[in-house]
């Protein structure tokens, strides 16, 4: 990641919602399996981490926890499929973009 990238990320506040995700990932659908390790650009769905109820629960999650509105048609993959995409998706909310 370069500086740019870092600076972009502490100003959209990317890292913390990345690590607020992986831990309602790891705690919500990955306790039958403690020992696994959640890389931040896995997809969830393909994994099997999260099935598509799963799916649904993390854009509740994501709107009450970050207060951001979610639209019918930015439900999906690219916006939901990974701890990354998520972050990558509030800080666009949250930038207004």
Do not use: H, W
Not at 59 to 80: L, M, Q
Request: proline residues 1%; hydrophobic residues 40%.
């Amino acid at each position: 990641m370069s500086l740019a990238d870092a600076d972009r990320e502490d100003e959209t506040g990317e890292g913390d919602v990345r690590l607020q995700m992986r831990t309602c990932i790891e705690e919500n659908f990955m306790y039958r399996d403690p020992d696994a390790d959640l890389r931040d650009d896995q997809d969830l769905l393909a994994a099997g981490i999260v099935d598509s109820l799963g799916f649904v629960e993390l854009v509740e999650e994501v709107e009450a926890r970050f207060a951001v509105g979610v639209e019918d048609t930015e439900i999906t993959e690219e916006n939901f499929g990974s701890v990354d995409a998520i972050a990558a998706y509030v800080g666009r909310k949250r930038s207004g973009s």
